[in-house]
């Protein structure tokens, strides 16, 4: 299995998977079904081509900068003085950055790398207001063995400013597809169709981890000598999925 190292960052993102009505929300975390849709417009797909072979990608996505939630109060009033539309709050992530890992077969991965280098159509990160900062794509990890141990090793990818602001990070957060057995949360963002006629999705399997941040150097207990921080994989069991019986009326 090859790995395929995307960082996700820009002034606003925006990644719902249960917006409704008047009140879209975004998750705190890239979904699945914005990074394949962001990956299949690279590739110059329209919304009526299936995209079954993308959404199989293996995905594990590591929090750099979470970001601050916004709130954008949302009027429209026609200009001929007609019926004005529901008012709306739409909310989004500002000056967030992420570093997506998606794994599966060498060919195919390199045919992303060249379209997310050169795409064919607008990129945005979740919502068409929402242009991708650069760089996007960086590039193809063909010496880790999956999505976790390529997120685990790869450099802290925060900006200088968040970074001088937080050297006290030990650890990053990670939410990746859950494997047999792990504790898991369920998201309604695997995409089945973007099609026109009516988008469909399905739910997938989600767990939570941290990772210890690999800019952080350890040094002996006498502060002579750097001690390279071994990488770990752990459960993130600061936080329980929630659920909420009423989440489908949002």
């Keep these: 299995m090859a790995v395929l190292l995307i960082r996700l960052a820009g002034p606003m993102q925006s990644w ?6 008047a009140r879209r929300t975004t998750r705190r975390e ?3 079904s914005g990074i394949v849709g962001l990956i299949a417009s690279a590739l110059g797909r329209t919304r009526e081509d299936p995209v079954d072979d993308l959404a199989q990608l293996e995905l594990a996505v590591r929090v750099e900068q979470p970001g601050q939630l916004m709130r954008d109060f949302q009027t429209e009033r026609p200009m001929d003085g007609g019926k ?5 709050n739409r909310y989004y992530l500002a000056d967030a950055c992420f570093l997506a890992a998606l794994g599966g077969p060498n060919d195919m991965l390199e045919k992303v790398e060249a379209a997310l280098r050169l795409p064919r159509r607008p990129l945005y990160l979740g919502r068409r207001s929402c242009p991708v900062d650069m760089p996007l794509c960086l590039g193809i990890n063909g010496e880790a063995q999956d999505v976790r ?3 685990s090793r790869e450099p802290w990818r925060a900006s200088e400013r968040y970074k001088s602001r937080h050297a006290d990070v030990l650890s990053l957060e990670m939410v990746a597809d859950a494997r047999d ?5 369920s998201w309604a963002d695997y995409p089945l169709t973007y099609s026109a006629a009516g988008r469909r999705y399905a739910c997938r399997p989600v767990t939570r981890l941290r990772v210890r941040n690999p800019d952080i150097v350890a040094f002996d207990d006498d502060g002579s000598n750097k001690v390279s921080v071994a ?10 999925p929630v659920h909420d019986p009423l989440g489908w009326m949002e």
């Design 30 to 32: 890239p979904t699945k």
């Design 16 to 21: 719902g998977d249960s917006s409704r009505y």
């Design 149 to 151: 141990q390529a997120l």
């Design 231 to 240: 990488t770990v994989l752990e459960p993130n069991v600061g936080e329980t």
């Design 181 to 185: 057995g792990e504790v898991c949360e």
């Design 84 to 88: 004005p539309m529901p008012l709306s």
